[in-house]
Nanobody, 124 residues
Framework: QVQLIESGGGLVQAGGSLRLSCAASGRTFSNYVVGWFRQAPGKERAIVAAISWSGGNTYYADPVKGRFTISRDNAKKTVYLQMNSLKPEDTAVYYC?????????????????WGQGTQVTVSS
């Protein structure tokens, strides 16, 4: 069992930065792929980035490539999403999720555990 708690969301102007954190409980957190998803009003939840259990492999959705960086610290049981050059279209609720697999998944149904989400609002 893994419990996830996101933090770090807030209101920022376009061009600014935020760092989201996903803190996990559970002894085997280091065995899990962790992904960040986001859901904007009226839109489906979509993957933003994901990272393998070791941190050696990452995935980024096209809209955030070059602007967002995902990383993890297994000793602290925390995954981070550094978001730079934020745009109004990045406004959404951001969720972290854990997947009990060796292969990074990009679909919601591939993830087993979810956090409650944190709101990110980017003003123009």
């Amino acid at each position: 069992q893994v419990q996830l708690i996101e933090s770090g969301g807030g209101l920022v102007q376009a061009g600014g930065s935020l760092r989201l954190s996903c803190a996990a409980s559970g002894r085997t957190f280091s065995n899990y792929v962790v992904g960040w998803f986001r859901q904007a009003p009226g839109k489906e939840r979509a993957i933003v980035a994901a990272i393998s259990w070791s941190g050696g492999n990452t995935y980024y959705a096209d809209p955030v490539k070059g602007r967002f960086t995902i990383s993890r610290d297994n000793a602290k049981k925390t995954v981070y999403l550094q978001m730079n050059s934020l745009k109004p279209e990045d406004t959404a609720v951001y969720y972290c999720a854990a997947q009990g697999s060796w292969v990074i998944g990009v679909r919601q149904d591939e993830y087993d555990y979810w956090g409650q989400g944190t709101q990110v609002t980017v003003s123009s």
